[in-house]
């Protein structure tokens, strides 16, 4: 776990990263982060984002998963990624970037290369 934070914190224009459980809301471990920016914070109110798009899905009878969900804000891009293995059912990756520099097609990737390497 304490690899991958520190490998999503090279990708350009990482502001923080947290794994989260979605469940409890609870960060299991972060890297990064600023003074105004309290990755603990952030991680426990994404939950609701995760759960809220579950919730969605589940009343349109979707049966596909979530890849990743893309908030972008004026300064800023936030990259939800849920962890597919067995191992990290219930976890996601939260990645705060910012958007002067960071480029979001290569960020999306190198999550996505990350997240498949968690093993919790």
């Known amino acids: 776990m ?6 999503a914190m090279q990708i ?8 989260v459980d979605y469940t409890s809301g609870m960060a299991l471990g972060i890297a ?3 003074k105004d920016f309290d990755l603990t914070v952030a991680a426990a109110g994404n939950t609701d984002v995760v759960r809220a ?3 969605a899905m ?3 009878q979707l049966r596909d998963e979530i890849e990743d969900i893309l908030v972008t804000l004026g300064e800023q891009y936030h990259l939800i990624r849920p962890l597919k293995s067995r191992s990290g059912k219930g976890l996601f ?3 705060a970037l910012s958007k002067s520099r960071a ?3 290569l960020a999306r990737h190198q999550l996505r290369r990350i997240e498949e390497s968690v093993d919790v």
């Open 2 to 7: 304490d690899v991958a934070l520190k490998d």
């Open 12 to 19: 350009d224009g990482a502001i923080g990263v947290a794994l």
């Open 32 to 34: 990064g982060g600023t």
């Open 53 to 55: 798009k579950l919730r």
């Open 58 to 60: 589940e009343m349109l």
């Open 93 to 95: 990756l939260y990645l």
């Open 103 to 105: 480029n979001l097609a």
